[in-house]
């Protein structure tokens, strides 16, 4: 698996992540398909300023055209406080693979070694196991749950934490603090909205 950046042609990738009943079920419903292209522009730009971090899942580098899903990572004000926030989808085919945990692991790591993202949000919906075995098993906190709006609706989200700032100690491997385990597998965590 590979990450890379968000581009202009992943307008299909995005249509069927944010446009699909299946895919935006636990997001409240399927986004318009008409505002698609509008969103990965600005995706585009907010990459390039290093404003988000929104990376394609490209399952093997050795066919870089298929994108599998996407991981993002950005900051989110929280009733006047800056957080950062995680957010990942995987399509359907690609889900039950390791996917999703992989690509938020890489992201967190990328995460601590840039140094600015500091304590690290997710915030997939309460019925979604998957994206909250996700969570989980890379070992954020569970901090309970909450209301979060995503494309203007209002959704009831466990809120989880983990701070990206902490080294591991000398005790612990490189990769502590994003732990591997066999939970379940992949859907989707709340993603950048839409606006």
């Known amino acids: 698996m ?4 968000v581009r202009l042609d992943d307008v299909d990738a995005y249509r069927r992540m944010r446009c699909d009943p299946v895919m ?10 008409d505002g698609i292209a509008a969103k990965v522009e600005r ?19 050795a ?14 004000d ?8 995680i957010g990942w989808m995987v399509l359907p085919e690609f889900q039950r693979r390791g ?20 304590r690290v949000h997710a915030h997939p919906a309460v019925t979604n196991a998957a994206s909250n075995a996700v969570c989980r098993a890379l070992g954020f906190t569970l901090l309970g749950e909450t209301s979060v709006t995503f494309a203007d609706r209002v959704l009831r989200s466990n809120r989880w934490m983990i701070d990206t700032a902490r080294r591991p100690t000398q005790a612990e491997p490189a990769g502590a603090g994003f732990e591997s385990g066999g939970a379940p597998e992949d859907v989707s965590g709340k993603l950048p909205g839409s606006g």
Do not use: C, F, Y
């Open 2 to 5: 590979l990450l890379r950046d």
């Open 43 to 61: 995706d585009v730009r907010a990459v390039a300023a290093d404003v988000h971090w929104i990376k394609m899942i490209v399952p093997d580098p």
């Open 99 to 118: 996917l999703a945990k992989q690509a938020t692991r890489t992201m967190l790591e990328l995460a601590r070694d840039d140094g600015r993202w500091g």
């Open 78 to 85: 929280v009733d006047g406080t800056l957080e950062s926030e």
């Open 63 to 76: 066919d870089p055209g298929t994108v599998a899903g996407s991981v993002a990572l950005w900051p989110n």
């Open 24 to 33: 935006m079920a636990e997001l409240g419903g399927p986004l318009p398909v």
